[in-house]
């Protein structure tokens, strides 16, 4: 980490279409340790949410607790933050949404927060399809409290002081596939191409997207015999596709080699165009995505990219019928029945 | 030949569960009620859907005592499982009204009782071919034989059975034919009326019958409450079901169809009350309801609640704990758990309705005061007056009501503040044309051309708060529950820590001016004296207060309706030199508050409690302070 930030940005720094240049969208100085993939995601976050074009107060941050859950303040300092308790970040964005559904919520939250304490919010927030990003730091171990396994280390995953671990990972991607999640999504805290458009695409898409990022923690697993360090990561990671979100309205850029090539169009007209490097796997199919991410484990590979997505599925204000008009913003005549109304149910219950 | 006992009795009703009975019971007590007179129902009802015995108790008191009161004087008994109990229970002079389609067993031979056997299964059997009916109309048929056997007009129930079925006109018949079925076998077969009666009186003027479950989710409603969630449990279910009934009633949009509301069931209490805080967070009015349990799991989030000044409602209908305890049972007996809930130093406002009425009254109260004091606000009910239908003063609403949103700024507001600073002081803030205009935004210049978020400008403890989206480049900040400076950064420096909580501290000074503030019986205190007690203790309490006085035994009385404690509580206890606190729970729990919270001297305060599971009777609290008063 680094203590002092420079203010100096260079002059010619390019703007978005809003007239913001990058830093704009950058957070307080992070406390994480340097190398953190935490940071890395940070930046990634920063990095797509200027390239959307984003009004930061737009969006609102929230975690629960660990070294993940510190991210909100990370990034976005334009934008309300809630680092709520461990675990519970799931509800706490729920009940936000409820009140606005006019602004992103972006939730960031870690393997400890999601798999073991949190796991109870995590799976039922995904069968709501809550429109939302869910972001899992997944870097297999408590950073905050010194390194302890985790629920999503891998068994026989080996820890800092030499400890194997005994237990199965948790598998949260397709855990969420399987809860009915409509875009899940696997990426490395080491691959911001990748990261940026996953992330642009997910904040574009209605309803419950997950994004799974293994993150190494460099102080307490990143050594060999780790399944989460660096250097086991980059050696097992398999690429879904490479893929490029271009925004509604916007020309693509992008000219992919012949291939495999598919464009997936998000609610808002944005599409997802896609390269896709894996057989077999269509990833509007969720039995080809849990089919490809066994095959993939069986291999011991990390499979990466987008591996779901479902543009269909009615987000909760959907399912809910909720007014189109955010509940927090409802005139007094809308809500309050008033004095005549309470007449009535006064002479009802006599 | 009995005494005869006028608009002054207790009837019980022994049935089984899942059969029917508690909507032919309520048709009783409406009656009574359209008679115009008090009448109180008690459901005592077991954990359980079908099968297992439940009881339903009305008192009728002309002179409008609406506590319990011990005895039974009828008890109908259509339970085999408990009869020999009900038949025990029917106080000496009384009478026991039964099933005799099969006789009754030679043992059942008090001589100091009448008894009256209906042939309520024969005259069904013979009535009805379908099972269901047959079981169903044998309730409407006691209620037939009781209307006559204590004069209540016929008219009455008719029209009573008229209003349930409306919308489902081919039900009335069969009912007013099952009342019937009833009346005449009285006529045929006994003298009527009887001892026991009902006489039509004008007791009741507006008043209304309803529940304070009921009442709490219509407080919430005209408080406009437009998030709900909640984790089923009994006694707090009907919170949210009569919630979710009044806003496909009031909140969809006409043109729409759209909801202007909406409810989830969450995943269990920690998620219904996270969900409540991320609503209330960002700016619209949420709640959820409960129960002991439902609390114990909240106290995470009510920690965060009070130290990240999250506002928050939270109703707790209170039953018979610990643990899973007696769940449909009544108690007062979260009080410290409430008061004190979460780890660490905290403390939080509680709301103490007495009535179904106060309950409306004090749900839409607590919006108010969650959003003014940025902290969660827990209403107090319990069971008692949750589930039960009360007689309570009709509902009044003010269509000229503002809602206090507290201390929120706007876009214009953040941008004034930093407007001041750009111009290097605070007084370069733009003249408005209008004068109140200008007066309203002048406290803005005490933050100096800079808002923290924990800022207390006003030295009322109270900071000002931004809800997301408010504005573009102003008042975005990070809400935790890890220590913050007055600007809301993160910090472990153990002064600025200092600095928050003792601000805490004095906004809960400035809560006691801000909460409902107790009710006296007397308007000077005069008696060396006091008595305090609150919620569903209330009527029992005033009564056991005539009884008392009768016996040369006069007190004064205090009803608390909050916590914190203000002056005024404090000066009644000043001025007694002993205190008999009325609670419903084991240990004295309100007793134990006192103490902590006003340092009270434990030799004065004496306790009288209440805590098999029953709502506490005017004769309990008569007997117990009377035996204190003669030690």
């Known amino acids: 980490m680094t203590y002092v930030r420079s203010t100096f940005r260079h002059p010619a720094l390019p703007k978005n279409d809003l007239g913001y240049t990058v830093d704009y969208y950058e957070g307080s100085l992070s406390t994480l340790c340097a190398g953190c993939g935490h940071d890395s995601i940070n930046a990634a976050i920063v990095e797509a949410c200027w390239q959307m074009n984003i009004e930061p107060h737009k969006v609102a941050k929230l975690s629960g607790i660990g070294c993940s859950s510190k991210s909100p303040a990370y990034f976005l300092s334009n934008s309300h933050g809630f680092n709520s308790v461990h675990g519970r970040m799931p509800s706490v964005a729920t009940g936000a949404n409820l009140a606005n559904r006019d602004l992103i919520y972006f939730g960031v939250s870690g393997d400890g927060d999601t798999a073991s304490i949190g796991m109870g919010q995590f799976v039922h927030v995904v069968r709501r399809n809550l429109n939302m990003v869910y972001l899992v730091m997944n870097n297999g171990c408590y950073g905050l409290t010194k390194g302890q396994d985790s629920a999503t280390a891998d068994a026989g995953s080996k820890s800092k002081a030499g400890s194997v671990n005994l237990f199965e990972a948790i598998d949260l991607a397709s855990l969420a596939i399987e809860l009915g999640a409509t875009f899940v999504a696997q990426s490395f805290s080491g691959d911001k191409e990748q990261l940026v458009p996953l992330m642009k695409a997910a904040m574009k898409h209605n309803g419950f997207s997950f994004l799974n990022v293994i993150s190494p923690c460099v102080t307490f697993n990143n050594n060999p015999g780790s399944t989460k360090s660096y250097d086991y990561v980059r050696e097992h990671v398999e690429v879904t596709g490479t893929m490029d979100f271009v925004p509604m309205m ?98 009802s219950l006599r | 030949m009995q005494e005869t006992k006028i608009n002054d009795f207790v009837v019980r009703f022994a049935n089984v569960n899942g059969t029917g009975s508690a909507s032919a019971n309520a048709l009783f007590t409406k009656a009574v009620f359209r008679m115009g007179v008090p009448v109180t129902p008690k459901n005592i009802f077991p954990s359980n859907i079908q099968g297992l015995p439940t009881w339903y108790e009305v008192r009728v008191s002309e002179k409008g ?48 009782i009448t008894h009256l056997g ?15 009916q047959r079981q169903l109309f044998k309730n409407i048929v006691y209620i037939g034989a009781l209307a006559t056997l204590f004069d209540i007009e016929f008219s009455v129930l008719e029209g009573l059975i008229g209003e349930q079925f409306k919308g489902k006109e081919k039900l009335i018949e069969p009912n007013i034919k099952a009342l019937n079925l009833g009346v005449d076998f009285v006529k045929d077969n006994f003298e009527y009326p009887f001892a026991l009666r009902v006489e039509r009186r004008d007791l009741l003027g507006d008043k209304i019958l309803y529940s304070g479950n009921s009442a709490c989710a219509l407080g919430a409603i005209y408080a406009g409450a437009t998030v709900a969630a909640w984790y089923p449990i009994t006694p707090s279910t009907s919170v949210v079901d009569a919630f979710a009934k009044y806003c496909s009633k009031y909140r969809v949009d006409p043109e729409t169809g759209k909801n202007n509301y909406a409810i989830v069931q969450a995943e269990d209490e920690l998620a219904a009350i996270g969900m409540v805080m ?67 130093d905290t403390k939080h406002p509680l709301l103490f309705p007495a009535t179904p009425k106060e309950c409306f009254e004090m749900t839409a109260q607590a919006f108010d005061l969650t959003e003014r004091l940025q902290t969660p606000v827990i209403i107090m009910t319990d069971l008692d007056l949750g589930m039960n239908d009360h007689i309570t003063d009709e509902l009044v609403w003010d269509d000229a009501t503002q809602y206090d949103r507290g201390k929120v700024l706007s876009s214009t507001q953040l941008e004034r503040i930093y407007k001041a600073m750009s111009s290097g002081n605070g007084s370069h803030i733009e003249a408005q044309p209008d004068s109140e205009a200008e007066h309203a935004g002048a406290f803005l210049e005490q933050f100096n051309g800079k808002w923290g978020r924990y800022l207390d400008i006003d030295g009322d403890g109270i900071p000002y708060r931004t809800i997301a989206g408010t504005n573009a480049t102003r008042g975005a900040f990070v809400t935790r529950g890890s220590s913050r400076d007055e600007y809301g950064v993160y910090t472990e420096d153990g002064e600025a820590y200092q600095r928050n909580v003792d601000r805490l501290a004095k906004k809960w000074k400035t809560a006691e001016e801000l909460v409902p503030q107790p009710e006296f019986l007397q308007e000077q205190s005069t008696k060396p004296d006091g008595v305090v007690f609150f919620g569903t203790s209330t009527y029992a309490a005033e009564e056991a207060l005539e009884m008392l006085e009768k016996d040369g035994i006069a007190m004064d009385a205090m009803r608390p309706r909050a916590f914190p404690f203000g002056k ?64």
């Open chain 1, 250 to 347: 916007r020309e693509i850029t992008t000219n992919y080699e012949a291939g495999d090539i598919s464009d997936i169009t998000l609610h808002d007209g944005s599409e997802i165009r896609l390269h896709k490097l894996q057989k077999d796997w269509d990833p509007l199919d969720r039995f080809s995505a849990i089919n490809a991410m066994q095959r993939a484990k069986d291999k011991g590979e990390i499979l990466t990219g987008l591996l779901y997505i479902n543009e269909d599925a009615p987000d909760l204000q959907s399912l809910l019928n909720t007014t189109e008009k955010p509940l927090n913003s409802l005139d007094r005549e809308a809500i309050c029945p008033g004095s005549a109304v309470l007449e009535e149910l006064n002479s």
């Open chain 2, 65 to 112: 005592y609406l506590g319990r009161r011990e005895g039974v004087d009828l008890m109908v008994a259509v339970n085999p499982q408990s009869m020999k109990k009900d038949y025990a229970d029917v106080a000496s002079g009384g009478y026991f009204v039964y099933d005799n389609t099969k006789p009754l067993s030679p043992d059942y031979d008090r001589d100091d």
């Open chain 2, 118 to 132: 209906i042939p309520m299964t024969g005259l069904c059997n013979a009535e009805y071919t379908d099972a269901r």
């Open chain 2, 278 to 344: 991320g609503a209330m967070w960002n700016g619209a009015r949420a709640f959820t309801a409960t129960s002991g349990p439902g609390v114990s799991l909240m106290n995470e989030f009510l920690g965060l609640g009070y130290f990240a000044e999250v506002p928050t409602v939270l109703i707790d209908v209170q039953r018979t704990g610990p643990s899973t305890g007696m769940p449909t049972r009544t108690q007062q007996s979260d009080i410290l758990l409430a008061a004190y809930a979460s780890h660490g």
């Open chain 2, 568 to 631: 005024a509580f404090r000066d009644f206890v000043d001025a007694h030199s002993r205190i008999f606190v009325i609670e419903q729970n084991r240990d004295a729990q309100f007793r134990s508050l006192m103490m902590i919270e006003l340092g009270v001297d434990a030799s004065k305060l004496m306790s009288v409690l209440n805590y098999d599971g029953m709502p506490i009777t005017a004769d309990n609290i008569y007997r117990q302070i009377l035996a204190k008063c003669r030690d």
